[in-house]
């Protein structure tokens, strides 16, 4: 199947006051015609510099995009201006943010800004517009009468349903949801999920998943890519993740998880912090973490190593 998305060494720095902070180094990854990546790693990772990256939302100043390339159907969106990368958003990438609260425009109705999206992609009049808009709504679960209300009348979870509405609203090619369910109540967050997965599945849209949340991933992903400091450490099919896990963070990620059939009085943690992304060491990232680290690990950096068609990881134990 041929790449949709394509993702070459993309390299991300924010130059900050107190330091280069290397957000992105080096990343590579795929992602082909109707299917979902899920992308875990936890809090300060680079999960979201990636998607911004990936829409060209990188803040400049502060963000800089350093090198590599972002591929869409073949062509460099990290070489097109922000008028060409304007025509892109929406009608062929689209992004679920984290907070449906900071998402939306307060001042205006939740119609307006679905109509507004389908009015910027489309040569089309505004009660047709108008029409698809509370067709949209329509299909997210809010009644079309509420086309004219503000975002304050509506609940978390309804308010995070317009932002999908708004993102699907001219069927994209790819979906970027960036941590969809955060702020939501588990109930809710498994509707809000459910109804992602129905949509993308209606017209065939792949996506994208940034997730802490391994429980999530394995509900909705067919591949999986694990982030930590900027990096890739492990990417493989839902199944080689799951069950043929080999890099020690990965290892531990999984380890924190409660299980259902064992007592235990404390759950097991990863030890240490993830290091300072202004003064990373020059080895693998993860070594002052690791239970296998070797003095190897601080001075090297492994390479990604190739497992099977789609199993890698980045660990000097297997190279």
């Known amino acids: 199947m041929s790449n949709l998305l394509d993702i070459k060494d993309l390299t991300i720095y924010y130059e900050t006051d107190d330091g280069i902070v290397q ?9 082909g015609v109707g299917e979902t990546l899920g992308l875990v790693g936890e809090t300060g ?10 829409m060209g939302l990188v803040p400049n100043p502060p963000g800089k995009i350093v090198g590599g390339q972002v591929l869409y159907e073949g062509k460099d969106l990290t070489k097109l201006t922000n008028i060409e990368m304007q025509k892109i958003r929406g009608q062929h990438i689209s992004m679920i943010f984290q907070d449906p609260m900071t998402s ?9 800004q679905i109509m507004e999206v389908i009015i910027n992609h489309n040569k089309i009049t505004k009660a047709s517009a108008r029409i698809l808009a509370e067709d949209m ?3 997210v679960g809010i009644p ?21 509405a708004i993102a699907l609203a001219c069927n994209p090619k790819i979906l970027i949801a960036d941590e969809p369910t955060t702020a939501l ?11 992602i997965y129905k949509l993308k599945s209606e017209n065939n849209t792949s996506m994208l998943l940034i997730t802490h949340d391994l429980g999530v991933v394995a509900q909705n992903c067919d591949y999986v890519a694990i982030i930590y400091a900027g990096e890739i450490v492990e990417y493989g099919s839902l199944k080689e993740i799951y069950k043929e896990t080999k890099h020690p963070y990965t290892e531990g990620l999984f380890g924190s998880i409660p299980s259902l059939t064992v007592n ?26 690791c239970k296998y680290s070797k003095p190897i690990c601080a001075e090297k950096l492994p390479d990604m190593v190739q497992l099977s068609e789609t199993h890698k990881v980045r660990c000097i134990l297997y190279q």
């Open 23 to 31: 957000a992105l180094n080096d990343v590579n990854l795929k992602l």
């Open 45 to 54: 990772a680079g999960k979201t510099t990636l998607a911004r990256g990936i």
């Open 104 to 112: 939306l425009n307060p001042v205006l109705t939740v119609g307006e």
């Open 137 to 139: 709504l329509e299909r």
């Open 144 to 164: 079309k009468e509420r086309y004219d209300e503000y975002p304050h009348q509506f609940s978390g979870g309804m308010k995070q349903r317009v932002v999908i």
């Open 185 to 195: 109540d588990v109930t809710i967050q498994a509707q809000v999920l459910d109804m």
């Open 264 to 289: 235990v009085n404390r759950l097991q943690a990863i030890v240490g912090i993830m290091p300072d992304p202004t003064k990373l060491p020059k080895g693998c990232k993860f070594y002052d973490r």
